[in-house]
């Protein structure tokens, strides 16, 4: 169990690493890639505004390592954040608006979470046609235990007035020129699960800089964006959010149509929860293996929902068979599977589908959208069987 | 700057925070032509060129782009936004090869590189 003088020992290290370990940059000939402290070997989307994605070869573990965990930024990191000048306000549409320290927040009791955290624009590289954005592809997913009081505490702390529908979360991300801020709501029902944290923690030890430190909003089983980072700001609202990436941003067609067909913004609605996907994290894409017993493994998700069956595939998807699923579970958690194969030489297609107890499984092909978000269709390698 | 911006920065410079060099490569810099000075600059003061690079779109979506980067504050001037397009969607079209990005190199690589 961590203490609250080891959060605040461990928060105060953090702060001064993020500091002192900003890399200055600089524009000049002889490396080809710039070192990521903590990070290396994922892939780089994109270091400014800092983008990284988890190779899939990294996830055979239930709880991804922060090392691991891929990062997603939509503007500047904050260039400084000391823990004791930090300060959360909540307010908006409550009695009793109130600001806390980090030393404040740390003595409120705690609640641990489990947590798959997607990227809702996790594969939109395989959009087709090719949608714009952060082009990526399998790996802007990760699973952390994340801790921290709850949101239901805080907001009940202030007293929600009846006008209370929407809660509106703000960080301290730097934005350039006149970028709009990175700010969204959820609905007020959300807010009040007892679930939903401001979490302080991922993976028993204070957040990395990268992922929010000292605090950010923790909205499981939802799209990553709902998940605001370096949390400084928590606003009851009596409607949703209007902004950027409320609308037109982080939002589902009501009636998706064929690749390629533009949807007006009055025909969707925003994106809440995450849908049933599976990946596969070994053996690798375009990989040669030797003949013989073989492990395909990997992970599988469904947001609020439960997975219920993974099956896979070594025939181009004519026929399936069920995957074990690994004893490590919660419920916003993915589950690790293992299917075991007995490989004979030739050129083999894999495919993964999972399905949930909502009675959803994974599609074909995704389901298109302007901006390639929730792409969850069928996970599929290449692999050679050598005898 | 306030007090405790530069309390951080002295605190950086006592740390001597390592300068890490960024090089442009094939696969994060922006192609020769008319307009790769102006599309750096209009477009670099706020993103990198990776951003651009891994895109694969067509005039159409480049076209939406510009206008949205020019709202919230890239630096276009009214005869140049046509050759801007232009010059993106012929280098980052639908029809160019697949993308391929970078891994974080390890400090050890570095090092054992120098």
């Known amino acids: 169990m961590?203490?609250?003088?080891?959060?605040?020992?461990?928060?105060?290290?953090?702060?001064?690493?993020?500091?002192?370990?900003?890399?200055?940059?600089?524009?000049?000939?002889?490396?080809?890639?710039?070192?990521?402290?903590?990070?290396?070997?994922?892939?780089?989307?994109?270091?400014?505004?800092?983008?990284?994605e988890t190779p899939v070869e990294y996830f055979n573990t239930w709880i991804t390592p922060a090392e691991h965990f891929f990062v997603r930024n939509h503007m500047h990191e904050p260039a400084t954040l000391d823990p004791s000048?930090?300060?959360?306000?909540?307010?908006?549409?409550?009695?009793k608006p109130y600001t806390l320290s980090l030393a404040q927040l740390s003595k409120l009791e705690t609640h641990s979470v489990v947590n798959t955290l997607e990227c809702a624009g996790n594969g939109r590289a395989f959009q087709n046609p090719k949608v714009?954005?952060?082009?990526?592809?399998?790996?802007?997913v990760g699973t952390g235990r994340f801790t921290g009081p709850r949101l239901r505490d805080l907001l009940e702390r202030a007293g929600v007035k009846a006008t209370g529908k929407h809660v509106m979360f703000r960080g301290l991300d730097e934005v350039p020129g006149r970028v709009p801020p990175f700010i969204r709501s959820i609905p007020i029902e959300k807010a009040m699960h007892t679930d939903t944290l401001v979490a302080t923690q991922m993976n028993g030890t204070a957040l990395p800089k990268h992922h929010g430190f000292p605090a950010r909003a923790l909205t499981p089983g939802w799209v990553g964006a709902a998940s605001c980072k370096w949390l400084t700001e928590i606003k009851v609202l009596d409607k949703e959010f209007e902004g950027n990436f409320m609308n037109p941003g982080y939002r589902w067609p009501n009636h998706p149509g064929k690749p390629g067909e533009a949807v007006k913004p009055e025909d969707t609605h925003p994106l809440t929860a995450l849908n049933v996907k599976s990946l596969i994290a070994s053996p690798g894409d375009?990989?040669?293996?030797?003949?013989?017993?073989?492990?395909?493994?990997?992970?599988a998700w469904a947001g609020e929902g439960d997975v219920v069956g993974v099956e896979v595939s070594?025939?181009?998807?004519?026929?399936?068979?069920?995957?074990?699923?690994?004893?490590?579970?919660?419920?916003?958690a993915w589950?690790?599977?293992?299917?075991?194969?007995?490989?004979?030489?030739?050129?083999?297609a894999i495919a993964v589908r999972a399905s949930d107890n909502l009675g959803h499984t994974q599609p074909t092909a995704p389901v298109w959208n302007q901006s390639g978000y929730l792409n969850n269709a069928i996970d599929q390698v290449r692999i050679h069987v050598k005898a | 700057m306030s007090k405790l911006s530069s309390a951080v920065v002295g605190l950086a410079a006592l740390l001597a925070v390592p300068v890490v060099r960024l090089q442009p490569t094939s696969s994060s810099d922006l192609p020769e032509g008319l307009l790769q000075a102006k599309t750096t600059a209009a477009c670099t003061e706020c993103h990198e060129a990776r951003i651009i690079v891994q895109q694969r779109l067509s005039k159409a979506a480049w076209t939406k782009e510009v206008d949205k980067m020019i709202k919230w504050g890239a630096l276009v001037e009214p005869q140049d936004h046509d050759p801007l397009i232009d010059y993106l969607s012929t280098n980052f079209g639908v029809d160019k090869p697949e993308y391929v990005a970078d891994r974080i190199a390890s400090v050890r690589q570095k090092k054992t590189k120098k």
């Open chain 1, 132 to 140: 714009p954005g952060v082009q990526w592809q399998k790996g802007a």
């Open chain 1, 335 to 348: 589950r690790l599977w293992n299917f075991q194969w007995k490989a004979k030489s030739g050129d083999y």
């Open chain 1, 314 to 332: 070594t025939d181009d998807g004519r026929s399936w068979q069920p995957a074990q699923l690994g004893s490590e579970r919660a419920h916003y």
């Open chain 1, 85 to 95: 000048d930090w300060k959360l306000s909540i307010g908006g549409e409550v009695d």
């Open chain 1, 286 to 299: 375009g990989s040669t293996v030797h003949s013989g017993l073989l492990h395909v493994q990997g992970t």
């Open chain 1, 2 to 52: 961590i203490t609250r003088r080891d959060f605040l020992k461990s928060a105060s290290s953090a702060a001064l690493a993020a500091s002192a370990a900003r890399p200055v940059l600089t524009w000049a000939a002889g490396d080809s890639t710039l070192p990521v402290p903590g990070k290396e070997g994922l892939i780089v989307r994109s270091y400014r505004f800092l983008d990284l």
